[in-house]
């Protein structure tokens, strides 16, 4: 009698527990969304000319490609808005459209680096406008609490992390960086090639006329030479005549 008893409350304590059990479930959380580089650009609310930037350049669409198909990850230096209004004017403006996608990927490097890899980095660090030859790379130093990037033609400064785990970090950096490619100084302008000079046709016609009258007028000079000379011969013989007939006279 008393198994009975203590059958039927283990039961009904059992059937208790599920019913409480089904109408107490705890809701999942939350599923984490794909990484957005625009979403944390947006969200930080000072990096509206990158953005623009990002979006014309369609760079922004191939990163975010990259984030989703990357083994190595990207890293991006992030100027803020106040780092591109000190450039100077027309500093962006006198680029054409190439140029300004060299100027974003610049900014972009080739995989992941937290704060700590860069105190390691050899130099140069090749960006995602880096070719085969070389150029287009940045000089990266850091230390436990400092990390500078060096152009060649300016200098920038790591002041935030606004994003940092893997495929991706970015940081906020308070100057734009300036490729030596694109801001460097120009080396100077071959000088021209002297001109040509062509004589003047009249001066040549003249100059031929009177190179082939040369001949003419030697010709005319010795033919007059010997006309004198045949002159005086003559004059020569009739004096001579005259003489002598005086001389018969006498």
């Known amino acids: 009698m008393a198994a009975s008893v203590l059958l039927a409350c ?14 107490h479930r705890v809701a999942p959380g939350p599923a984490s969304g794909p990484l957005n580089l625009t979403t944390i650009l947006e969200k930080s609310g000072q990096y509206t000319t990158l953005l ?11 990163i975010q490609s990259q984030l989703n198909n990357s083994y190595n990850g990207l890293t991006l230096f992030a100027p803020t808005d106040n780092a591109f209004s000190s450039l100077k004017a027309g500093a962006l403006n006198g680029l054409d459209n190439q140029e300004q996608v060299s100027l974003v990927l610049y900014h972009v490097l ?3 680096y937290s704060p700590s890899m860069f105190e390691s980095s050899s ?11 070389g150029v287009y790379t940045l000089n990266v130093t850091g230390t436990s609490n400092q990390v500078n990037i060096s152009t060649g033609v300016d200098q920038a400064e790591i002041s935030n ?29 071959a000088a021209p090639a002297p001109a040509l000079v ?5 001066k040549h016609k003249k100059a031929a006329e009177d190179l082939a009258a ?13 006309r004198l000379k045949k002159s005086k011969l003559e004059w020569g013989l009739a004096l001579w005549g005259f003489l ?3 001389g018969s006279l006498m």
């Open 198 to 202: 062509v004589p003047h046709k009249k």
């Open 110 to 112: 080739p995989r992941f």
């Open 161 to 189: 992390i606004l994003y940092s785990e893997f495929p991706l970090t970015v940081y906020s950096i308070d100057k734009v960086l300036l490729p030596y490619q694109l801001f460097g100084p120009k080396p100077p302008e």
């Open 123 to 133: 130099n140069p660090v090749n960006t995602q406008a880096s070719g085969s030859d």
């Open 244 to 246: 002598l007939c005086v």
């Open 52 to 62: 623009r930037l990002l979006k014309e350049t369609q760079v922004g669409v191939q």
């Open 214 to 226: 040369a001949p003419a007028a030697d010709a005319d000079i010795k033919a007059s030479g010997t």
């Open 10 to 23: 283990f039961l009904m304590l059992t059937s208790l527990l599920l019913a409480e059990g089904k109408t």
